[in-house]
């Protein structure tokens, strides 16, 4: 049976401090959300807030979906699933913006879905782990595309935004990289695009 001691100390501390920082990042992201979504209400449109229930990037050798889909999916909540829904079957999303965080290799982020001539928004809280990003990434970039899936617990996707800039959500490629699981072959790759 293994002791715990001095020596395990540190390894619990810092387990605890990166699930502090963890919550502070995620509820500074919820307050971003709704400070955004008020701004929005004020100036008269409808707004729908979406903390998701798990979020991720994904790939195409990941099965999900159709062959050779991508993107970052964002589960919905059972409340909100209907009527994200019915809102997508209304209208659609043109406009879109990003607003991200790194912390720890974690990306927290707000996605702004904008429908302009119904004066509506959706605004999707996620968080994902750098680690999990790279095909989707190379892909996004690649293609010079990105998809934002919105889906059940089930798996049923009820509305995919296709966006124009992978930048906004991959700004440093590199960084993925690093982060990247058997990222070993990747780093001298990595350093060397750094110099240019």
Not at 188 to 195: F, I, K, L
Request: proline fraction near 5%; charge should be negative; charged fraction near 30%.
């Amino acid at each position: 049976m293994a002791e715990l001691g001095d020596d395990e100390t540190p390894d619990v501390e810092r387990i605890a401090g990166e699930a502090d920082r963890r919550r502070e990042a995620w509820g500074a992201t919820l307050d971003d959300m709704t400070a955004m979504a008020d701004e929005f209400e004020a100036d008269g449109w409808e707004t729908v807030r979406i903390p998701a229930g798990d979020s991720g990037p994904f790939g195409p050798s990941s099965g999900k979906g159709d062959e050779g889909a991508f993107g970052l999916a964002y589960v919905i909540p059972g409340d909100k699933a209907e009527t994200v829904a019915d809102l997508f079957e209304a209208t659609s999303f043109p406009e879109y913006e990003v607003y991200r965080a790194e912390n720890d290799g974690r990306v927290y982020m707000v996605t702004a879905l904008f429908s302009p001539d119904a004066e509506t928004a959706i605004f999707l809280a996620g968080a994902w782990d750098l680690r999990e990003a790279l095909e989707c990434a190379t892909v996004a970039v690649e293609e010079g595309r990105m998809y934002t899936y919105l889906q059940k617990l089930d798996g049923t996707v009820v509305g995919v935004v296709e966006h124009d800039d992978p930048e906004k959500f991959f700004p440093n490629l590199d960084a993925i990289r690093r982060y990247a699981p058997n990222s070993g072959d990747d780093e001298a790759e990595g350093d060397a695009s750094d110099d240019n």
